[in-house]
C-alpha cells in the first residue's frame, strides 16, 4: 500500500515540474527560433537589428542605449516584465502598433515562459 502512495505521488508531481521555467531551455529555443538574428544577450551584447536584451526583465520599454526604436514601442511606457513579455512574443504588433520587430511563430506557453526564464538569467548582479 506504502509503495503506492509513493508511485501516486510522484505521477501527480510530475506536470508541474515540466511546467516550470527553464532558463536552459529558453536559451535553446532563443537559438532555434533565430531570436540570435536581430538580438544579443550577456555580457558585451551589442545592439544589432534588435536591441541586445540583457537585463531586459524590469527595464522600461524603448530604452536600450543606442538603439533606434519606434515611436511607438518608445512612447509606449511599457515595462518589461513577465507578463508584457509573454504578450509580446505572443505577438507584438497586438501589443504595440508600428513596432519593429518582426516575429510571428506561434509560441506555447510553456515555451514563452522559458524564453523570459532565460532573459531573466541574463542579468548580472
Known sequence: MMKWV???????????????QDAAAGKELFKKLTCTTCHQIGAGAKNLAGP???CVVG?????????????????SKLVWDEATL??????PKALVAGT???????????DR????????SECPG
Open 6 to 20: 509513493i508511485a501516486a505521488g510522484l505521477v501527480l508531481a510530475a506536470p508541474f515540474s515540466a511546467s516550470a
Open 52 to 54: 541586445q536584451l540583457t
Open 59 to 75: 527595464r522600461a520599454a524603448g530604452s536600450a542605449e543606442g538603439y533606434t526604436y519606434s515611436g511607438g514601442l518608445k512612447e
Open 86 to 91: 509573454d504578450k509580446w512574443i505572443t505577438n
Open 100 to 110: 519593429k520587430m518582426i516575429f510571428n511563430r506561434k509560441t506555447e506557453a510553456a
Open 113 to 120: 515562459a522559458n524564453l523570459i526564464a532565460y532573459l531573466k
